[in-house]
């Protein structure tokens, strides 16, 4: 009689340190997911992702062949549930989901399920990631493929069977297809194994499962060179004061839309103090027994958040800035694992629930001021330009990937807003083409005159532009601000504005021909 109820506790025991934190982060990453304004940089990615045949391959591959397998997986999305906003960002969303049993699986394996729980937790309420969990970027789905492929590559050197060591090839060649900066992770594993007993090296396999993913990323090697560094042009060096910014993102205190607190920089200070502990450790265990299959374990989360850090950050100081929040987003992870170490070792044990509960508590306070909040209010702008525009009115964008997120929201419309929707001069296209120029001439010239005689009334929408350039500022930046400049002098010799609308991120003038 008392077997099934022991029976259910013992599975409740296995499975409920897993399930709990997976169902905190689903119920985290869903909570309000298409309550969010599309943006630029998901505008791309609708366009992108809605393209087909040629055109598909072409703008996949623009970017140097980063997130050329998230496009091409949602591609094949959008086919089968429309290019809604839920269809757009539920991939990332799921990936955020899925992010935590691996964390759990792959910490279990390394330390204990004590500290696979803590970490399992700390991940699922992680700031930066439920929030990048609800774009429609390849962000989410680079860390869950990276994740995949760490656990497939700790079983496979742990003595796993041939078909982990391939599991292991496929996916790190799938996450560094998504996000190409994720091949620094990739790569920290194969260091990590310096940290192994030598007996216990796997030394053929290693260089089979190296030699294989060079060969599968090949194509993408070739994307890359093509491009250079083109399509990270527009990143800016690192301010001091975004370099406190990005520390705090890492540490899970902050995201560009939710303002800094004290709260974020107690969270700062803890977890980089448990940071420097899990380096304690490992210097520990690398000093009693050096080579060990425990110091690998240790050794192989800490290169994962150090070797990708240093690694962007050499590519910042020799090839171009790339030290932004987004592209150090594979880290995070392995922070939460850090913490998860070290929180999990506290002397007396009574400590080890006090650490976690403040750990979760400081992290979860971050969160509600996230959700809801637009990086650029596209949908709030096109809305009030729609309701104000007539017939022959015309549109211009700057910048032109502003066309994308408004060219979402008119096909989002629907035909009664539709009516009277303003002709694209700037690009000059049609709506619901999905027409993707990225960074076309502006509007000067004969090309002005143009517009000036054909549109009675000129809608024009300005996005990414400040004030006049510093002298830190990108050679792009420079360029823009000189076309900006010349547009609106332009405009001012035809027109006179009449009308003026600021949303976040986004100013919309209304341009009356004198």
Known sequence: MDRAPGRVGAV???????????????????????????WVDEGTTFTTSTQHGRLLWHWMFNEGGNMVAYYGLLHLVLGLFGDGILALRLPSALATVASVPLVFGLVGRLFDRTTAFLAASFLAVCLPLVYWGQMARGYAPAICLLLAATLAFVVAVDGGPRWTWVAFVVLSVLAVSTILLTAL????????????????LPRRRLLLAAGAIGVGLLPLAVAVSAAGSYPIRWVPPLTSAESVYVWRFLTGGAVITVPLTSTSTLLLVL????????????????????RSRRSWALGLVVLSLVGPLGGIYLLS??????????YLLPVIPAGSILLAVVVARFRPAWLVPVGAVLVIGLRSLQLPSSYGVPVEDWSGAAAWTLARTSSGD??????NAGYSPF?????????????????????ATTWAS??????????????????????????????HVG?????GATDFARQRQTQLVALLDGLDHGYRVTRTGEFRGIEVRRYTRS
């Open 185 to 200: 992770a990739v790569a920290s594993l194969f260091v990590s194994v310096v940290l192994l007993p030598r007996p216990d």
């Open 394 to 399: 015309c549109i211009a964008f700057f910048q």
């Open 434 to 463: 999905h027409h993707l120029v990225l960074d076309p001439p502006t509007l000067a010239g004969p090309a002005l005159a143009t517009v000036t005689a054909q549109c009675p009334t000129l809608w024009l929408v300005l996005t």
């Open 317 to 326: 100081v020799l090839v171009h800035p790339v030290f932004q929040d987004r």
């Open 271 to 290: 977890t980089l103090a448990a940071w420097v502990g899990a380096l304690g450790l490992l210097a520990l265990e690398l000093r009693r027994g050096a």
């Open 467 to 471: 004030g006049p350039v510093g002298p």
């Open 12 to 38: 409740i025991r296995r499975v409920g340190p897993v399930l709990l934190p997976t169902a905190l982060a689903a119920a985290l990453v869903l909570h309000g997911l298409g309550a969010r304004s599309l």
């Open 407 to 427: 060219d979402f929201t008119v096909s989002s419309a629907g035909p009664a807003r539709s009516r009277n929707l303003p002709r694209p001069v700037l690009p």
